[in-house]
């Protein structure tokens, strides 16, 4: 797979992920400023790979700064976080690997280090959260393809891939997984509207990988289910709250009524950076309202008549109560998930 975020020499690069499938172009970001916009206007989107990229380009601020002391570099990191915690409300994987770097500095300017050594100490800490990233990733799938049977039809929503993590994916290591263990599968990919990351990107992944994909529409799901033609569900998700309830991208919570209806398996695959535990339940998940434009326009082609209202959440939540299982890189998570999503929270191998 192509580098969804890496760092090269003095700049973060990441595959702008608005121009694929058609376009393979790259963004260079020189600051904290431009990672910072980059994650705003989904260059790069993705809770994990977010999470990445606002570490490397935190690294990166405090790599370009000109503070003659720890004092004044103190300040300016402080703003760059708050400057980068304000790009995605609803992925808390941003926050976790902020508050990871806000650790990392904290503990080198304890230490007494200068601005270069705290410069280097972040870029080690930003390749270390790169790197667990896809081990984290390729764990999951090896668990999550225990669930998958020989001949499975999975069907996915939205972009959980190599593309929304630093590499290999969360929901699609699953399935990356089961193929790499020879079990003969094919992946529906619901489109995403309206920002369509499971028609460009998900069927594109997969495509790559020689794994069999079918792209539809959010309302041929049921349909679709209804014919007995999906074995099984495979999402991602943002924010997964202490009691199981999971914030996705928009149009999740449907295909997880629409599976338990039709008794399907809905599986979550997230690492544990994406389980909050602080949040009791999804009530308290913000969620992304984007610009309207995303509903209203189509390739710069106005859709919509003037005057209509436009809604554009970015996401939903799922209540636990239709969630199957949460596989993350420490086991699979069942019910009660207050217990076992803590358990995994605090380093248990198999929390379920």
């Known amino acids: 797979m192509l580098p969804t975020v890496e760092w090269q020499g003095d700049v973060v690069v990441m595959v702008d992920q608005r121009k694929l499938p058609a376009q393979e172009v790259y963004v260079r970001c020189r600051s904290a400023a431009e990672v910072a916009k980059a994650i705003r206007t989904m260059v790069i989107r993705g809770a994990p790979a977010i999470g990445v990229a606002a570490a490397m380009g935190l690294a990166l601020g405090v790599r370009k700064s000109t503070a003659k002391g720890t004092r004044q570099l103190t300040v300016e990191f402080n703003k760059m976080c708050d400057v980068m915690a304000a790009t995605r409300p609803t992925a808390v994987n941003l926050f976790w690997a902020v508050n990871r770097m806000k650790h990392a500095f904290a503990v080198g300017a304890q230490a007494g280090e200068s601005p270069a050594e705290l410069a280097r100490r972040l870029e080690d800490e930003a390749r270390h959260i790169h790197d667990e990233d896809v081990e984290s990733c390729r764990a999951m799938g090896a668990y999550g393809a225990a669930l998958v049977p020989e001949g499975a039809r999975i069907l996915t929503h939205c972009n959980a891939g190599a593309l929304a993590t630093a590499g290999y994916g969360s929901a699609l290591g ?12 094919a992946v529906f990919a619901d489109e995403t509207r309206p920002f369509l990351q499971g028609a460009r990107l998900t069927a594109w992944e997969l495509l790559r ?36 309830d999971v ?23 997230a690492p544990v950076s994406t ?7 999804g009530d308290g998940i913000p969620i992304e309202e984007r610009d309207a434009r995303e509903v209203t326009h189509f390739r710069g082609l106005q859709v919509t008549p003037d005057g209509a209202g436009i809604r554009n959440p970015a996401f939903d939540v799922t209540p636990h109560r239709y969630v199957t299982a949460i596989i993350t890189e420490r086991g699979v998570c069942r019910p009660p998930y207050t217990e076992s999503l803590a358990a995994a929270v605090r380093g248990a191998a198999t929390p379920c």
Do not use: C, W
């Not at 699953?174 to 599968?185: C, L, N, S």
């Open 174 to 185: 699953v399935v990356r997984a089961a193929a790499e263990q020879g079990k003969r599968i």
């Open 209 to 244: 990988d020689g794994i069999e994909t079918t792209v539809i529409t959010e309302s041929m799901a049921g349909p679709i289910m209804r014919a007995g033609d999906v074995d099984l569900v495979v999402v991602g998700a943002d924010r997964i709250a202490a009691n199981g």
């Open 247 to 269: 914030a996705n991208k928009i149009g999740t919570y449907t295909v997880a009524v629409l599976a338990h209806e039709h008794q399907l398996p809905f599986y979550v695959a």
């Open 275 to 281: 389980i909050d535990l602080d949040t009791p339940d």
